[in-house]
C-alpha cells in the first residue's frame, strides 16, 4: 500500500477537515519517529494516517477502530498496520507489542492538545511553539480536555521517550506540514 491508496481511503471515509488534519499530523509525527529510528517510513506513514479513518461512520469506542478493520483488510491494507490501528485504542485490549504500534499510540493524542496550543497562541502558529507552552497548558485540564494527559503519559512511556522531548519532536513534525493544516498562523518557517 501507498500514501495515495491510503489516501483515497482517508477521502472516501472521512469528511470533517480537522479529523483530517489530525490523521495529517499523526502521519507527519509517525515518519518523523520512522526516520529516527531507521524504520520503513512509508508504513509507518500509512498507519498514522489511516488511524481514525472510521471515526465518522463509527464514533464511539465500542465500534472504533474495530468495525474499520474489515474495511481496512478489503482495501488491501497491510496486516502489521491495521494491527497498529487496533492497539491504538486502549478499548480494543491488543497489546501494542512493535515500535510502530507504540509510537502510533504515542503520536495519537499528544498532537491533539499541540494543535489546541497552537490555537491559543497569538501567533495561531507552530512554528513559534515550543514543549515549555505546551507544559503551561498541561496543568490546567480544562483545557484541551478532550485530550487525554493520562494516555499521552502513558504512550510517552511506553514508547521511552521523555514527555517533554516528546512534544518537541511532535510538534518539529507537525511544523512540516503547519501550512496544510492551517497552523501556520501569521509567521514563517525558521530557516
Known sequence: MNRSAA?????KYVKNQNLINHML????????????????VDTWRIAGLLHDFDWE??????LHPSAGEPILREQGVPEEIIRAIQSHARHTGIQRITLMEKALFACDEVTGLITAV???????????LTSSSVKKKWKDSSFAAGAN?????????????????????????????APEIGLAGNLQPAD
Open 7 to 11: 489516501l483515497e481511503i482517508v477521502q
Open 25 to 40: 499530523c499523526v502521519e507527519a509525527a509517525m515518519a518523523f519517529y520512522a526516520e529516527q529510528l531507521h524504520q520503513d
Open 57 to 62: 461512520i463509527h464514533p464511539t469506542a465500542d
Open 118 to 128: 497552537a490555537l491559543v497562541r497569538p501567533s495561531r502558529s507552530l512554528y513559534d
Open 149 to 177: 494527559r493520562e494516555e499521552i503519559l502513558q504512550g510517552a512511556n511506553e514508547f521511552g521517550v521523555d514527555l517533554w522531548q516528546h512534544m518537541d519532536n511532535v510538534i518539529s513534525a507537525m511544523r512540516n506540514i
